[in-house]
């Protein structure tokens, strides 16, 4: 599935995915000295990633529902750093 929405992206996206993910996987690389394990970078980089357009779409007006859409995201994120990591 996500394999397919990937396909749809304009190449230059999937081009600075592709790099964003790599300089993920670096940093992870070194996560017993820097600390900063893909979970942490996932945390940093999903809300840029999966930013909405402006759509008119507003945030969950319940912080549950707000969390529960942060870690939604948080995981939907690391699964493609997985995905685009093993190519």
Known sequence: FCKSLLSK???C???LLTEIVQLCI???AQSASNRMSLSNLVI???PCILWENESGASSPKDPRAAAMQIAD???AVEF???IIGSE
């Open 26 to 28: 670096a940093i992870d």
């Open 80 to 82: 493609l750093f997985q």
């Open 9 to 11: 992206l304009p190449p």
């Open 73 to 75: 995201a948080q995981k």
């Open 13 to 15: 996206h999937i081009s």
């Open 44 to 46: 940093i980089f999903a």
